[in-house]
């Protein structure tokens, strides 16, 4: 079970801060990320945000906020599986020798 949200549709004039308010009301946020970050240069149509909560309970309940327009957007919210390590600890994994 994941305690991770992607968050798409986020608009461009949105700030993290903004996104911690919204989803702190759901759980208590452990991380938040947002893409481009707020002092990004480039010019940005859509924002991804990911929100890592200290409960996984806390995904089931924000994926409720999915078509909730925020600032100018509809906001589209799912749950995130980290992704698993290429490698084990011990380095790349090695073919076994028979």
């Not at 079970?1 to 549709?9: A, E, F, H, S």
């Not at 946020?29 to 480039?42: M, V």
């Amino acid at each position: 079970m994941t305690n991770v949200v992607q968050v798409t549709n986020v608009s461009p004039s949105t700030t993290s801060e903004q996104m911690r308010t919204l989803f702190g009301f759901l759980g208590n946020i452990e991380e938040l990320k947002l893409f481009p970050p707020d002092e990004s240069p480039l010019p940005v149509t859509s924002r991804v945000c990911f929100v890592k909560f200290h409960e996984s309970e806390s995904v089931g309940v924000s994926q409720h906020l999915t078509n909730t327009v925020f600032v100018d957007r509809a906001l589209i919210v799912v749950p995130f599986a980290e992704a698993p390590p290429l490698m084990t600890e011990k380095g790349p994994l090695q073919p076994s020798g028979h």
